[in-house]
């Protein structure tokens, strides 16, 4: 009965033990390869966002210090006109840190999974190909909203326009408020909001990159001396260019460019200026006031008034 009891006891030992190896051997298989899979792809994710993190700071820090090297007028007039330009900067290459993180974390999210459907045993074949036709379809369902998310993705990398330029996308011109991957808010003129998708925008053009120019046409009486009137045109630019109000929005000093049509009467001369974007309304208002306020002094006579014909009234 003893001996009995003794073999029971070694029987109850050797099952025991040979669970507690099949248990080890089952936590050491595919629960041990699951969690290092699911920490292998959490610790790529946080070293891949770390990457992207230094790489967005390092591209801000470079264009600060490019912008500080500008040494010529044109540049340091554009960059002050466009103000906005280091948060525009900073923006840009923030979204599209934002993208690529967006990026990696879905790439490495779907290999973690597929790796793990595979230590456990479940076809991926099958599994795939339905994918492959929910894809095709979701593909087909969303073409204009995968349009949408394309073309923001091209607009952001190529920099065609930022937060606070003026843009003429064809179906509205305004200010660009807001720039996302699927629509551009903009601003018009009249404080109407207007929401272009990204993917409906054929052309565009920004009026606050690189620079302007403003064009003044002057008239004069035909009796004036040529010369004389062109060193008086060319006297009130020059000063305009002098005040330092107006020599950081001009690039360069407002070209005369000598008559450019003889009407009736009236002699008229061509001014060029080209100046920070958006900034040739204001100028050729100032030219236009120097100007005149050039020609009261010296006594040159504006273009002839056109003779109003007398009304006769009848009975």
């Not at 979204?95 to 479940?122: K, Q, Y």
């Not at 929401?195 to 925008?201: A, D, K, P």
Request: glycine share 8%; proline share 3%; charged share 25%.
């Amino acid at each position: 009965m003893i001996s009995s009891a003794l073999d029971n006891a070694e029987d109850a030992i050797n099952t025991a033990t040979s669970t507690t190896e099949k248990v080890v051997s089952w936590l050491l298989g595919a629960p041990l390869l699951i969690l290092l899979t699911i920490v292998l792809a959490v610790v790529v994710r946080a070293l891949l966002h770390r990457m992207i993190d230094q790489f967005v700071a390092r591209s801000v820090k470079s264009s600060e210090k490019l912008r500080k090297e500008e040494v010529g007028r044109g540049e340091r007039v554009i960059a002050a006109a466009t103000g906005a330009a280091k948060e525009r900067h900073r923006q840009r290459t923030e979204t599209l840190g934002s993208l690529l993180r967006s990026i990696s974390t879905l790439v490495i999210s779907g290999i973690a999974i597929v790796t793990v459907m595979g230590i456990v045993g479940i076809p991926l074949a099958p599994l795939l190909a339905s994918a492959g036709v929910g894809g095709v379809a979701l593909g087909f369902g969303a073409q204009s909203l995968v349009k949408d998310f394309l073309s923001g993705i091209f607009m952001i990398l190529e920099d065609q326009y930022g937060v606070g330029d003026i843009v003429d996308t064809g179906e509205a011109i305004g200010t660009v408020e807001e720039v996302t991957l699927r629509v551009t808010r903009l601003r018009d003129v009249t404080g109407t909001v207007w929401y272009v998708r990204n993917g409906e925008i054929i052309r565009i053009a920004n009026r606050s990159q690189g620079w302007a120019t403003a064009s003044v046409d002057i008239p004069f009486s035909y009796r004036e001396d040529v010369d004389k009137v062109l060193g008086i045109i060319r006297t009130a630019v020059h000063e305009m260019d002098e005040d330092d109000a107006w020599h950081d929005k001009l690039m360069e000093e407002p070209r005369v460019m000598g008559v450019e049509s003889i009407t009736g009467g009236t002699v008229t001369v061509k001014i060029l200026a080209r100046c920070a974007p958006d900034e040739h309304w204001g100028v050729q208002r100032e030219i236009r006031r120097r100007v005149k306020d050039a020609f009261d002094r010296e006594g040159v006579a504006g273009p002839p008034i056109p003779p109003i014909a007398a009304t006769t009234d009848r009975p």
